[in-house]
């Protein structure tokens, strides 16, 4: 049973520059949330996907947008890099659709962006 | 105020001892409650969850959950060396979003 996977496991970018980061949920899940960790920090939720649409929106000003596919899979954008936004980004895939523990996150590996 | 909060710690244990972690939330309507273990330069893995008020073992984990007073815990039973990580508190609030604590770091001390 694969688990979460995201691409790619490290990026350097410069500031200005646009970046695009990819996830595909575990098997069976519908539902992706994108977080950002700053190193010593908790994750901070950006927003969450299901059904291909944005459901739920953290505090991120508009340059963090995504989009989720039909295959479940996603992709989170961010656009005009500053250099606060080197973090590491995770993708969690969750059922979301009903029962106890439909809501349980299970994270991917992350991608760790750097901005220069 | 922050949705859930943690002591930092470090929090440092002998090994074979009970490792005790606390959590605080603000959103008094929330009604999941998680715990990940995050080892440095990895991603959070869930340990447990839990919804109900009282304890919830799985193995030589056991949360605990009062939710009159707003207090989620975990208490690592025998900690092995193996345990020493960052302990992540997720609270998936009433407009089901989930908010995590800043982490507490354990070391457990062979």
């Known amino acids: 049973d694969a688990g979460v996977t995201q691409s790619p496991t490290h990026l350097i970018k410069t500031r200005g520059q646009q970046v695009t980061l990819r996830c595909s949920p575990k098997?069976?899940?519908?539902?992706v949330s994108w977080y950002q960790q700053a190193l010593g920090q908790g994750p901070q939720f950006i927003f969450q996907?299901?059904?291909?649409?944005?459901?739920q929106r953290g505090n991120f000003p508009d340059r963090f947008s995504g989009h989720q596919f039909p295959n479940y899979s996603s992709e989170l954008n961010v656009n005009a890099l500053l250099l606060g936004d080197s973090a590491l980004y995770l993708c969690?895939?969750?059922?979301?659709?009903?029962?106890?523990?439909?809501?349980?996150?299970?994270f991917g590996p992350g991608t760790r962006l750097t901005v220069l | 105020q922050k949705e859930v909060e943690q002591n930092s710690g470090p929090l440092s244990v002998p090994e074979g001892a009970i490792a005790s972690l606390n959590c605080t939330y603000s959103?008094?309507?929330?009604?999941?409650f998680f715990w990940y273990r995050q080892y440095s330069g990895k991603s959070p893995e869930l340990i447990m969850f839990?919804?109900?008020?009282g304890d919830k073992e799985d193995g030589r984990f056991t949360a605990q959950l009062n939710k009159a007073s707003q207090y989620v815990s975990l208490l690592i039973r025998d900690s092995q060396p193996s345990d020493s990580a960052t302990y992540l508190c997720?609270?998936?609030?009433?407009?089901?979003?989930?908010?995590f604590g800043t982490g507490t770091s354990l070391t457990v001390i062979p």
């Open positions: 969690a895939s969750s059922p979301l659709t009903s029962g106890r523990g439909a809501d349980t996150q299970y």
């Open positions: 959103d008094r309507g929330s009604q999941s």
């Open positions: 996907y299901y059904e291909e649409e944005e459901r």
């Open positions: 098997s069976g899940h519908d539902t």
């Open positions: 839990i919804y109900s008020n």
């Open positions: 997720a609270v998936r609030g009433t407009g089901n979003q989930f908010y």
